[in-house]
């Protein structure tokens, strides 16, 4: 499922040049989805045999029965979400109007927005939250207001039932997806022909599953760099080889910025009038 997302990603115009879709890994793709029907490999299958009643994590995940889970929590709670309680703001948690969108994660690792392999959901906050426009942040949601992209070690085990609901939501679009593709597919093959093998037989080199495209958010006020500060290229991105970084050990960033590390807020008191740590919601990737 992940080389198929990834070879989706590139088909799509990013990644045009990607380092790790080589020989030995097409072969491995092509294998796997000649054993389907129309050599189509179906994630909402995978999806509901396997993950539909599995979490997939972070390294330390506990539930509200102080049970400790890695990487993967088995049999999620399948109660119904009218029995969730209302819920308080407080103690670093915020409260959920509801999950309205899913990605499995191998689609979430690909995902300009998430980029771990997990679960993620997109969560609508409630109340005051949802008025707000979370586009423009880390995991903010493009076209959503009021709803950010959360992994699964981020929401609570009570909050089950909606996460069965997304995946099921999810799981039914994109089988309808699957087969709209399958009859285009056969439809555009037209009568077969003498010694032309079956659908669902071996094909020396199926056409890639077409995937629902991101909307991205451009922005026309953003001037995009071509060289590092010091003059040399950009350091490519490990995944998105159109996207440049510049970095410096911190060796250069302690002498291009004397004691900024020193002076970085640690708690919340710390920070200068007008400003403060992430609230709420989501979480924030950084490197302290």
Not at 42 to 48: G, P
Not at 90 to 97: I, L, N, Q
Request: charged share 35%; glycine share 10%; with cysteine.
């Amino acid at each position: 499922m992940l080389l198929e997302a990834l070879e989706a990603l590139q088909a799509q115009g990013d990644n045009k040049s990607i380092f790790w879709c080589d020989d030995e890994l097409r072969r491995v793709l092509d294998q796997e989805r000649s054993k389907f029907k129309g050599g189509q490999l179906s994630s909402a299958l995978y999806t509901e045999k396997r993950l539909l009643n599995v979490a997939i994590t972070g390294t330390k995940f506990v539930d509200s029965e102080d049970r400790e889970f890695a990487y993967r929590r088995e049999n999620v709670r399948i109660e119904d979400k009218s029995c969730l309680l209302e819920g308080e703001n407080g103690g670093g948690f915020f409260r959920v109007r509801d999950i309205v969108g899913y990605l499995p994660p191998w689609e979430a690792f690909c995902h300009e927005k998430c980029g771990f392999y997990q679960d993620f959901y997109q969560v609508r906050w409630e109340y005051p939250f949802s008025e707000v426009d979370y586009s423009s942040v880390e995991n903010g949601c493009t076209g959503t207001v009021g709803a950010t992209w959360e992994p699964d070690e981020c929401l609570p085990s009570h909050l089950d039932p909606l996460r069965l609901a997304a995946k099921r939501a999810w799981i039914k679009k994109r089988r309808e997806m699957e087969q709209r593709l399958l009859d285009e597919k056969i439809k555009g093959a037209g009568p077969k022909r003498r010694g032309e093998p079956e659908l669902g037989g071996k094909r020396p080199s199926p056409e890639p599953i077409q995937t629902i495209a991101v909307k991205k958010e451009e922005r026309s006020d953003v001037k995009r760099a071509r060289l590092r500060r010091d003059g040399a290229p950009l350091e490519r991105d490990c995944f998105r080889c159109m996207i440049g970084h510049d970095f410096a050990t911190d060796e250069k960033m302690e002498q291009s910025f004397p004691g900024i590390r020193a002076g970085w807020p640690k708690l919340a008191r710390d920070y200068p009038k007008g400003y403060g740590v992430v609230d709420p919601p989501g979480f924030l990737l950084g490197r302290l």
